[in-house]
């Protein structure tokens, strides 16, 4: 062949044998590639059904996601996963690959408002009926289950009041009506595996703790091979699949969240103690400590701590505000899972737009506060925290 002319050679993609792998990186690389080459025919073929590995277009997948997916399904105990766009882009391909019009789902009360929005809302336009049952008790759930329910939609650790759901109850009634069993594991990487409970399915919104650093939006679902493969066409038909980048970040999050969630566990459970004998605070909710309603079940179903979320009720609005300008160095973003220290304020945010009744119901109030704990030195948090909850004494003297 004659020697390509420069217009050429800059238009053409580079001849890998210049690049051998015969030393591979010990960090994955990024593949940032939308189509793979192909062969010929045949190998397309095998690709398409399954009787050869490879990727051809990067919605239907690629490198990075194929390295998270596997390393998520053994952390989870699954036997795949699926990454998405987003958390609730998992939770979109969940339902869609599952679930028709006629079918019934039962969500658990006080699930993540965008959850019962697409449930309740979206899906109820395409047929599909919903009812809300008391998560933390199994009982409820039987009253509530239907002939038609093929889903039943819990959190391991509820938003904000760090409520638990009793899993192994709640996955045999669901399997007794021959419904399946999903769990929000968002909360509780590393300290719940809900497989290991009887769930059939779990969700994570990797942009909290297993990306752990707030530069990364993704989500992921754990299941059954056969459905999440399922889950998989769902997602490339309806475009909720994820890019090459934001896998790439989550990778690099999950190498350490062992530590950090040693860590922020440990800071948890000790701010924990030191708020809830605050005079300034009301209440305290955290699954660590011994006065909380569902402590026994989170001994028996949390491993490693109890979670890094502490939520606080400091009476009303103005009291919340307060304490909120009054930190220095806790920001208030509406999210949750990063290194540093993190809160949110339910009331003008996650749950905005629920009702007061939807409020009373799940205990939320305008004083309550959400605090996400990160993996700072104990007592630099607890130093910035008491001066703000002190902040109200101290302009009442003045």
């Not at 238009?11 to 030393?23: F, V």
């Not at 990024?30 to 919605?59: K, N, P, W």
């Not at 329910?149 to 399997?175: C, F, Q």
């Not at 399915?201 to 297993?210: P, R």
Request: charged residues 20%; aromatic residues 4%; contains cysteine.
């Amino acid at each position: 062949m004659p020697r390509p002319r420069r217009e050429t050679i800059c238009a053409r993609p580079p001849d890998l044998r210049h690049a051998p792998l015969d030393t591979p990186p010990l960090a994955p690389p990024i593949v940032l590639t939308s189509v793979f080459q192909v062969a010929g025919l045949d190998q397309i073929d095998a690709i398409q059904e399954g009787r050869a590995t490879g990727h051809f277009y990067a919605r239907d997948g690629h490198p990075n996601r194929a390295m998270l997916e596997g390393k998520v399904a053994a952390l989870e105990g699954a036997e795949a996963a699926l990454a998405c766009a987003s958390g609730m882009g998992a939770e979109s391909a969940l339902v869609l690959a599952l679930l028709r019009s006629g079918d019934h789902v039962a969500l658990s009360d006080g699930l993540y408002g965008r959850t019962v929005t697409l449930v309740a809302q979206e899906l109820a336009r395409f047929g599909v009926r919903s009812s809300v049952f008391e998560g933390t008790r199994p009982e409820d759930l039987r009253e509530h289950i239907e002939s038609t329910t093929r889903l039943v939609l819990v959190e391991t650790i509820s938003n904000p009041l760090t409520r638990l759901a009793d899993l192994d109850a709640l996955a045999a009634i669901a399997h007794e009506h021959g419904a399946a069993l999903a769990v929000d594991n968002t909360f509780a990487p590393l300290l719940c595996r809900p497989i290991d409970h009887g769930a059939d399915l779990v969700v994570h919104s990797a942009t909290k703790l297993i990306g752990g650093h707030s530069d990364v939006t993704l989500g992921l679902l754990c299941g059954r091979r056969a459905f999440i493969e399922r889950a998989a066409h769902v997602a490339s038909t309806f475009g909720m699949t994820s890019n090459p980048f934001e896998c790439w970040l989550t990778m690099r999050g999950l190498t350490t969240l062992a530590l950090r969630s040693e860590r922020a566990n440990a800071n948890a459970l000790e701010l924990a103690r030191r708020l809830g004998e605050h005079p300034n605070v009301l209440a305290t909710h955290y699954p660590g400590l011994p006065g909380h309603p569902d402590h026994a079940l989170a001994k028996r179903l949390l491993t490693n701590g109890g979670g890094t979320i502490v939520t606080i009720d400091l009476g009303g609005r103005d009291e919340a505000d307060r304490f909120i300008r009054g930190l220095k160095h806790v920001p208030f973003a509406p999210s949750l899972g990063d290194v540093s220290t993190s809160l949110s304020h339910p009331a003008t945010t996650s749950h905005r737009a629920q009702t007061p009744e939807q409020w009373a119901r799940q205990g939320i109030t305008p004083g309550l506060v959400r605090l996400s704990i990160g993996i700072e030195d104990v007592e630099d948090l607890w130093q910035d925290m008491d001066m703000a909850l002190r902040l109200g004494d101290l302009e009442s003297r003045a």
